[in-house]
């Protein structure tokens, strides 16, 4: 069993920051990639920023520059720090991770239940 949950959504003006927290916790052996997802009412699920267990990024273009990933391995934890923030970042946020699990160390992906960030203009 694996959980993810994430934290730190909310309500914040245009140009405003948010930084959004996941922890993953269960029988977790390893995080070969933890990152961040993001969807809005009648569109799918896109990509926001990853970063694999040696520190590869990914971003969406559309968040390059703005956002931030950062990952704490002991902590088992995955950040998104959110600058500049702008209307079309409304969404619920994500957390996405391939974790590999107690006993049988095979890799799955799991999904936090999301949380909203909403950015007003």
């Known amino acids: 069993q694996v959980n993810l949950v994430e934290s730190g959504g909310g309500l914040v003006q245009t140009g405003g920051s948010l930084r959004l927290t996941c922890v993953a916790s269960?029988?977790?052996?390893?995080?070969?990639?933890m990152g961040w997802y993001r969807q809005v009412p009648g569109k799918q699920r896109e990509l926001v920023a990853t970063?694999?267990?040696?520190?590869?990024?990914n971003y969406a273009d559309s968040v390059r520059g703005r956002f931030t990933i950062s990952r704490n391995y002991i902590e088992k934890t995955v950040h998104l720090q959110m600058d500049s923030l702008k209307p079309e970042d409304t969404a619920v946020y994500y957390c996405?991770?391939?974790?590999?699990?107690?006993?049988?160390?095979?890799?799955?992906?799991?999904w936090g239940q999301g949380t909203q960030v909403t950015v007003s203009s």
């Open positions: 970063m694999t267990n040696n520190d590869i990024t």
């Open positions: 996405n991770a391939d974790v590999t699990t107690y006993p049988d160390y095979s890799t799955h992906p799991y």
């Open positions: 269960g029988s977790v052996f390893r995080l070969p990639t």
